[in-house]
Every structure is written in C-alpha cells, then in structure tokens.
T-cell receptor
C-alpha cells in the first residue's frame, strides 16, 4: 500500500534560519508526492508536487522539496523561515491514481 | 477566478440525523474529491466524483454517499450520524486530464455531532 510518514510532530525554528520538514514514502512504482499547508481553521493549500524529472522541486512561498529515491524521502525546505510560515504541513502521495493519502502532519513553529 | 467553495462553514447535528454538505469546484475543474479530517489527523479520502459518477472510494461505510451535478458541483451526504463523524470535511477539485492531477482544497465544513 502507498503511504507517507512524517516522523516529527513538531518542528521549531528561529525566524531567518533554514527549515526542513521531513517526509518519507513507501510506494510501489513511481511515487507522485505532494506538500500541502494548513493554517488554523482553513483548508489545505497546495505548495508543490513531484511527478517526475528534476529531484529539486520549487513551489509556492519560497518552499522547495528534494526527492531522494535512495532514501525514499521528500523533505520540504525553505532557506529562511518566516513567522508567517507557522502552520501544519502535510506530505501526501497519490494512491490508486486518484486519491491522496496524507501523512499525520508536522506542526511548524517559527519563533521571532 | 473563484477557488473551491464549500457550504456551510459549520454545522451541528445530533446522533442519528442526516447531513448534506456542498462543494463548488474551482473554475475549469470537472472532478471533485471528498476527505474527512478528524481532529489532530491528516485528511482521509472518502470518494471521488467525475462525470456524475463515483469512480473511486476510500474505506468509508455506505452511510457516506455523494452526488455530482452537471455543473460539476457536488454533495456529500452522511446518514445515521455517529459521534465519530465529527470532523472537518474537505472538498478538493481537479481536472481529469490524466492521473495524479493536483487537487485544490476548499476551506472545509466543520461538522459537530452531539
């Protein structure tokens, strides 16, 4: 079965420092991976996706993610964190070609 | 360009009742998927509608049913509500030009079952 895991419930980082939110995947075949962000009492906002091609994917709001096939990882990164980046981040993988299977989420807290 | 919209934003029901949630997809999209997000968890896929038919379903009982209209909007119906149905219900739309198409989410409907 296709799945993703987010090993950290919470990540704390100081404003201006680089941030990394981790995601590992377990899929058969080619993985189609996504990152979404959720602000309080809001739906999910799409950040970026990996389908094929370049292992470094650039997305919205300065975020990027690195696909690593040997480590089965798809970590989300940003060179310089903002307080406004504080939110809940979800990694997801396509399952059955149409449904997204989400990880448990990682809460990012950026301290001023 | 309007994004995905959902109504109502909040809803309170009692056990055993029935509820209908509504979703209008992003302009130009023809596919609607529904997800349930319990408190503190990631969203769980309920089902997806395309061309007015359910074409994939997650691990949810038959109490959960849906419908898609010719204008691509969709409804999620839940019968015989249980306390455990309390959650944020998210609608996502996409364009069925292929597979693995990006899904864009609405703000959700928060359902509380008492």
């Amino acid at each position: 079965a296709q799945s993703v895991a987010q090993p950290e419930d919470q990540v704390n980082v100081a404003e201006g420092n680089p941030l990394t939110v981790k995601c590992t995947y377990s899929v058969s075949g080619n993985p189609y991976l996504f990152w979404y962000v959720q602000y309080p009492n809001r739906g999910l906002q799409f950040l970026l996706k990996y389908i094929t091609g370049d292992n470094l994917v650039k997305g919205s709001y300065g975020f990027e993610a690195e696909f690593n096939k040997s480590q089965t990882s798809f970590h989300l990164k940003k060179p310089s964190a903002l307080v406004s980046d504080s939110a809940l981040y979800f990694c997801a993988v396509f399952t059955g070609r149409r449904a997204l299977t989400f990880g448990s989420g990682t809460r990012l807290q950026v301290q001023p | 360009d309007a994004g995905v919209t959902q109504s109502p934003t909040h809803l309170i029901k009692t056990r055993g009742q029935q509820v209908t949630l509504r979703c209008s997809p992003k302009s130009g999209h023809d596919t609607v998927s529904w997800y349930q997000q319990a408190l503190g968890q990631g969203p769980q896929f309920i089902f997806q509608y395309y061309e007015e038919e359910e074409r994939q379903r997650g691990n949810f009982p038959d109490r959960f049913s849906g419908h898609q209209f010719p204008n691509y909007s969709s409804e999620l119906n839940v019968n015989a509500l249980l306390l455990g149905d309390s959650a944020l219900y998210l609608c996502a739309s996409s364009l069925a030009s292929g597979t693995q198409e990006t899904q864009y989410f609405g703000p959700g409907t928060r359902l509380l079952v008492l």
